[in-house]
């Protein structure tokens, strides 16, 4: 069965404090692994597709890396307006389903 | 513009009552999916369609219902064997193939009971 772990649940950040969200997944044969962003009572908003290990993407103040056993998503610098939970998932090889992680929900204090 | 429709915004259901929840989308995806999603909890999926006339059951399909007679529609039917629907509901769709899969999400349907 995938299985896909955020921590931390919850961060504080002061604005301008760097910072990193980890997701740890467990996989038969990774397809890609998928970063969103949620705002409260909204749904959720794509921000990348990693498919191999040592692939990186940046979005803006968001940087997203993979390996064989975990991704990353570093927030640098962050303002209020970087404040959602942030949503991990996984897709196995031939397998149609997405694997979502509990969320990382992030506040960023001004 | 293109994107998934989901309707009504919010909802509210009576003991023993069926209620459909609605999500159209205009992207020309093949594949549709419903989530359902609880405070401090991933998403869960409940049904998924890869195409028209066809649907599966996904992880919690127990008191839901779904059919997809057209490309474009994919309802869920909330049944009262449902005993705990209260909960956020997410449609989504993607297209199948190409290595560009991610999903696109609906706004959502808070359902509550009365």
């Known amino acids: 069965e995938d299985q896909v772990t955020q921590s931390p649940e919850a961060l504080r950040l002061q604005e301008g404090e760097s910072s990193s969200l980890n997701c740890s997944y467990t996989v038969s044969g990774l397809r890609g692994l998928f970063w969103y962003r949620q705002d409260p009572g909204k749904g959720p908003e794509f921000l990348f597709t990693?498919?191999?290990a040592g692939e990186e993407k940046e979005k803006e103040r968001l940087k997203a890396t993979l390996t064989k056993k975990e991704s990353f998503l570093h927030i640098t610098a962050p303002k209020p307006e970087d404040s959602a939970t942030y949503l991990c998932a996984v897709q196995a090889g031939g397998n149609n389903r997405l694997a979502f992680g509990k969320g990382n929900q992030v506040v960023v204090i001004p | 513009d293109g994107g998934i429709t989901q309707s009504p915004k919010y909802l509210f259901r009576k003991e023993g009552q069926n209620v459909t929840l609605s999500c159209e989308q205009n992207l020309n995806h093949d594949a549709m999916y419903w989530y359902r999603q609880d405070p401090g909890q991933g998403l869960r999926l409940i049904y998924y369609s890869q195409i028209v006339n066809d649907f599966q059951k996904g992880d919690i399909a127990e008191g839901y219902s779904v059919s997809r007679e057209k490309k474009e529609s994919f309802p869920l039917t909330v049944t009262s064997a449902q005993k705990n629907p209260t909960a956020f509901y997410l449609c989504?769709?993607?297209?199948?193939?190409?290595?560009?899969?991610?999903?696109?999400f609906g706004s959502g349907t808070q359902l509550s009971v009365l």
């Open positions: 989504a769709s993607r297209t199948t193939g190409g290595g560009n899969e991610k999903l696109f």
């Open positions: 990693l498919y191999s």
